[in-house]
């Protein structure tokens, strides 16, 4: 047989094409139903609320003061990266140090600090919700609560949406805070900048909107990762190796869905 007659045709290639698109519409479909569903169960076991109060505190614990400490180290530098890139404008326009805290502060506060709160938030907290539940799930864990008739949406997924959530608006407020305090004393060490004068420009030209804009966002941000998380994790399959796959899917699914959800937001309250 000739290597002509081996050789896929061109229809077949554009079939191939073709199927190849449709099949990764159908499991984007198929993620965002199953996602929508899971969040209709939260929201039957919210009002009235039916959660369980004791596992949702340990697991604020775990998400949100054990998350301080990398919170803390990069809001600090956060704040500084922002004074840095601002330094060559600052030096080249002249009375522009009067205006480097609202410069930092409406990059931190409606932008920055919330994005990069949530990326991390995602790495850490996400992550470790989707390894939590998938092995729970494929160590038929999930199964035994069944037969005990305990409700896992109310005992396991509800307190980690509650949590997450929560998580990410305290964080980001951690964030705000000392991601300025980091520029502020960045400010002067780089362009000598007084904190005073700093905090002066922050206070006299930002509205209160800006800090509720990220401030909503966090909120967006803690839905988009909670409900991933806890999709993927319950979706798990193939044992050892699939609860693998489900933290990577969900890291995946994470940041793109905060990017997505950012440009969003960013238009509907600019």
């Known amino acids: 047989m000739s ?6 045709s061109p229809d077949s290639k554009l079939l191939n094409v073709v199927a190849g698109v449709g099949a ?10 199953g996602m929508t569903i899971l969040f209709a169960k939260i929201v ?8 369980d109060v004791p596992e949702f505190k340990r697991n604020l614990y775990k998400m949100a003061v054990k998350s301080l400490p990398i919170i803390i180290v990069t809001a600090l530098f956060t704040g500084a990266l922002v004074v840095i890139q601002a330094t060559p404008l600052v030096k080249r326009i002249q009375g522009a140090e009067s205006l480097l805290g609202w410069g930092a502060g409406f990059g931190v506060l409606r932008e920055i600090g919330p994005l990069l709160t949530a990326l991390t938030i995602s790495g850490r907290v996400g992550a470790n919700n989707t390894a939590e539940l998938g092995t729970m799930v494929v160590t038929e864990q999930i199964d035994a609560l069944r037969a005990l008739a305990i ?3 109310s005992f396991l997924i509800v307190p980690r949406f509650l949590g ?11 964030s705000d805070a000392l991601a300025l305090v980091g520029a502020a004393y ?15 420009g922050l206070t006299q030209l930002l509205t209160f909107a800006d800090v509720a804009n990220g ?6 941000f803690g839905l988009m990762i909670a409900l991933s998380s806890c999709h993927f994790g ?3 399959t193939g044992g050892a190796p699939g609860v693998g796959r489900s933290v990577n899917a969900t890291v995946v699914a994470s940041a793109a869905g905060i990017f997505i959800v950012d440009f969003l937001v960013s238009f509907i309250l600019k």
């Open 3 to 8: 290597e002509q007659a081996l050789a896929p």
């Open 24 to 33: 990764w519409f159908l499991s984007v479909a198929a993620i965002a139903g």
């Open 44 to 51: 039957t076991r919210l009002f009235p609320p039916r959660f």
């Open 151 to 153: 409700d896992p949406v």
């Open 164 to 174: 997450v959530i929560i998580t990410l608006f305290s964080m980001t407020l951690y």
């Open 186 to 200: 960045s400010g002067q060490g780089f362009l000598g900048v007084t904190p005073g004068t700093f905090y002066n």
């Open 215 to 220: 401030l909503i966002k966090s909120v967006v």
């Open 234 to 236: 319950l979706a798990t």
